[in-house]
C-alpha cells in the first residue's frame, strides 16, 4: 500500500505538520515509506456554494459538456459544489471519484414566464408546496426558489410568488428533509421568507438592517456571489428602454451592494463564497469570488474560510482532520499572504488521489 505524506502549514490554523494520506484517508500518525508528494501550504479542499453544473445560457447541457464543467471547477481548486439548480440530472456525478463532492439542490422553481428560459420548473403559486416536496426529494438535502424576477407586468423587480406560498414551499422541504435557499436580488421578497425559515439566501443585495437582524436571528446563511452582482449595471443597461423602473433598482442595489453585503458580514451573518459558475458565468474560477468578497472588504482569512474549511464545515463535509478523505489543495506560498497563489495550485488532491499538479 502506498503512502504519500504532504508537508506544510495546514489551514486554518497554519500549524506546520506531515499529513500523510493512506488509503485515500488522512492521517497525522507518522508512516515509515511515505513518499513526499508536495510541500507548500496546505488548504482543506475549496468550496463553491453556488454554481451550476449541467447548466448552459440555454438550458441543460449533456453529460459530456457537464463532465467538463465539473473538471474545471475541480481544477481550480473546488472539490465540493453546492449546486444552486440544474436542469440537467447529474446525480451521476455521485458515482466518479474523480469529480468534486456535490450537494444538489435539484431543479430551480420559479413562477410562470418568471425566470431564465429553460431553467425552471416554471409553476402557479398553488402548485409551489408540490413541487419544493418533490425536488427536497431528488435533491441532496437542498432545494433553489427563485426568490424574485422581474415583473413585466410591473416594470420591476417583484416577488415570484405570494409570502404564504413560499412560507408552505418552505415547510413542505423542511418536512421532506431538505434545506430551501432562493435568488433574491430585491428587497420585497425578502421578510418573509426570513420569517418562514428559510436557510440561505443567494444574492441578498435587497437586505436592510432590519432584515440583516432577522437573519442573525434566524441563523439564516447568505452567499453573495459578487461576481455575479458585477453584472447588475448590464442588467440595468439592458433594461432601461421598456424598464426603466427595474433598472433604477438595479442600479440602486449596485450602488448598496458592497455596504450592503460588509454589514451583513459585520453583522454576524454567515457568508460563503459561490462564483455562479454555469448561470452565465464560468466554470472554475471560484478564486475569482475570494478576491472580489477581499475587494467589498472582507479579510483574506474571512474569504478563504467562506470558500474553504468554513463552508465545508457548513455543508456537513469533513476538513483536514485525523481520518477525513483527504481532499485538499496545496499552494507554494501562504495564500493568507499573497491571494495570487490561488490561481496556481501546486497539488489537487481529491479523495487521496493527486487529480491535478503543478510541474514548473
Ligand atoms: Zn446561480
Request: proline fraction near 4%.
Given at each position: 500500500?502506498?503512502?504519500?505524506?504532504?508537508?506544510?502549514?495546514?489551514?486554518?490554523?497554519?500549524?506546520?505538520?506531515?499529513?500523510?494520506?493512506?488509503?485515500?484517508?488522512?492521517?497525522?500518525?507518522?508512516?515509515?515509506?511515505?513518499?513526499?508528494?508536495?510541500?507548500?501550504?496546505?488548504?482543506?479542499?475549496?468550496?463553491?456554494?453556488h454554481?451550476h453544473?449541467?447548466?448552459?445560457?440555454?438550458?441543460?447541457?449533456?453529460?459530456?459538456?457537464?463532465?467538463?464543467?465539473?473538471?474545471?471547477?475541480?481544477?481550480?481548486?473546488?472539490?465540493?459544489?453546492?449546486d444552486a439548480g440544474s436542469?440537467?440530472?447529474?446525480?451521476?456525478?455521485?458515482?466518479?471519484?474523480?469529480?468534486?463532492?456535490?450537494?444538489r439542490c435539484g431543479r430551480h422553481i420559479a413562477?410562470?414566464?418568471?425566470?431564465?428560459?429553460?431553467?425552471a420548473?416554471?409553476?402557479?403559486?398553488?402548485?409551489?408546496?408540490?413541487?419544493?416536496?418533490?425536488e427536497?426529494?431528488?435533491g441532496?438535502?437542498w432545494i433553489k426558489l427563485v426568490?424574485?424576477?422581474?415583473?413585466?407586468?410591473?416594470?420591476?423587480?417583484?416577488?415570484?410568488?405570494?409570502?404564504?406560498?413560499?412560507?408552505?414551499?418552505?415547510?413542505?422541504?423542511?418536512?421532506?428533509?431538505?434545506?430551501v435557499t432562493a435568488h433574491?436580488?430585491?428587497?420585497?421578497?425578502?421578510?418573509?421568507?426570513?420569517?418562514?425559515?428559510?436557510?440561505?439566501?443567494e444574492?441578498?443585495?435587497?437586505?436592510?438592517?432590519?432584515?440583516?437582524?432577522?437573519?442573525?436571528?434566524?441563523?439564516?446563511?447568505?452567499?453573495?456571489?459578487?461576481?455575479?452582482?458585477?453584472?447588475?449595471?448590464?442588467?440595468?443597461?439592458?433594461?432601461?428602454?421598456?424598464?426603466?423602473?427595474?433598472?433604477?433598482?438595479?442600479?440602486?442595489?449596485?450602488?448598496?451592494?458592497?455596504?450592503?453585503?460588509?454589514?451583513?458580514?459585520?453583522?454576524?451573518?454567515?457568508?460563503?463564497?459561490?462564483?455562479?459558475?454555469?448561470?452565465?458565468?464560468?466554470?472554475?474560477?471560484?478564486?475569482?469570488?475570494?478576491?472580489?468578497?477581499?475587494?467589498?472588504?472582507?479579510?483574506?482569512?474571512?474569504?478563504?474560510?467562506?470558500?474553504?474549511?468554513?463552508?465545508?464545515?457548513?455543508?456537513?463535509?469533513?476538513?483536514?482532520?485525523?481520518?477525513?478523505?483527504?481532499?485538499?489543495?496545496?499552494?507554494?506560498?501562504?495564500?493568507?499572504?499573497?491571494?495570487?497563489?490561488?490561481?496556481?495550485?501546486?497539488?489537487?488532491?481529491?479523495?487521496?488521489?493527486?487529480?491535478?499538479?503543478?510541474?514548473?
Amino acid at each position: 500500500m502506498s503512502v504519500q505524506r504532504f508537508r506544510g502549514p495546514v489551514l486554518p490554523e497554519g500549524e506546520a505538520r506531515d499529513l500523510y494520506v493512506v488509503d485515500g484517508r488522512i492521517t497525522y500518525e507518522p508512516q515509515s515509506g511515505a513518499d513526499t508528494v508536495a510541500e507548500g501550504w496546505i488548504v482543506p479542499g475549496l468550496v463553491d456554494a453556488h454554481c451550476h453544473l449541467g447548466l448552459d445560457d440555454f438550458g441543460a447541457t449533456d453529460d459530456e459538456a457537464t463532465e467538463q464543467q465539473a473538471l474545471d471547477d475541480r481544477d481550480g481548486g473546488a472539490l465540493l459544489i453546492r449546486d444552486a439548480g440544474s436542469a440537467a440530472d447529474t446525480r451521476w456525478i455521485h458515482d466518479r471519484d474523480d469529480l468534486p463532492r456535490l450537494i444538489r439542490c435539484g431543479r430551480h422553481i420559479a413562477a410562470t414566464k418568471r425566470y431564465i428560459r429553460g431553467y425552471a420548473h416554471e409553476v402557479e403559486p398553488a402548485d409551489l408546496a408540490t413541487y419544493a416536496a418533490q425536488e427536497a426529494r431528488n435533491g441532496d438535502g437542498w432545494i433553489k426558489l427563485v426568490g424574485d424576477w422581474i415583473s413585466r407586468d410591473e416594470g420591476d423587480l417583484a416577488p415570484s410568488f405570494p409570502a404564504e406560498a413560499f412560507a408552505d414551499a418552505i415547510a413542505a422541504a423542511h418536512a421532506n428533509g431538505a434545506k430551501v435557499t432562493a435568488h433574491c436580488f430585491g428587497h420585497g421578497v425578502l421578510p418573509g421568507l426570513i420569517e418562514a425559515g428559510i436557510d440561505c439566501i443567494e444574492h441578498g443585495t435587497g437586505l436592510t438592517e432590519d432584515l440583516i437582524d432577522a437573519m442573525v436571528a434566524h441563523g439564516t446563511r447568505l452567499v453573495p456571489t459578487v461576481m455575479q452582482l458585477d453584472k447588475f449595471p448590464e442588467h440595468a443597461a439592458a433594461g432601461q428602454e421598456r424598464f426603466p423602473a427595474y433598472a433604477a433598482t438595479m442600479t440602486g442595489l449596485y450602488d448598496r451592494m458592497p455596504a450592503t453585503i460588509m454589514a451583513a458580514h459585520e453583522a454576524g451573518v454567515p457568508i460563503y463564497a459561490g462564483s455562479d459558475g454555469g448561470g452565465i458565468s464560468r466554470h472554475g474560477n471560484i478564486v475569482g469570488e475570494v478576491e472580489a468578497l477581499v475587494r467589498i472588504g472582507m479579510t483574506a482569512r474571512d474569504a478563504l474560510g467562506a470558500a474553504s474549511w468554513r463552508a465545508r464545515e457548513w455543508l456537513g463535509v469533513d476538513g483536514l482532520g485525523e481520518g477525513a478523505s483527504a481532499d485538499f489543495v496545496v499552494y507554494d506560498r501562504d495564500p493568507l499572504e499573497d491571494l495570487s497563489v490561488l490561481r496556481t495550485p501546486r497539488c489537487i488532491v481529491l479523495r487521496g488521489t493527486v487529480v491535478g499538479e503543478r510541474r514548473t
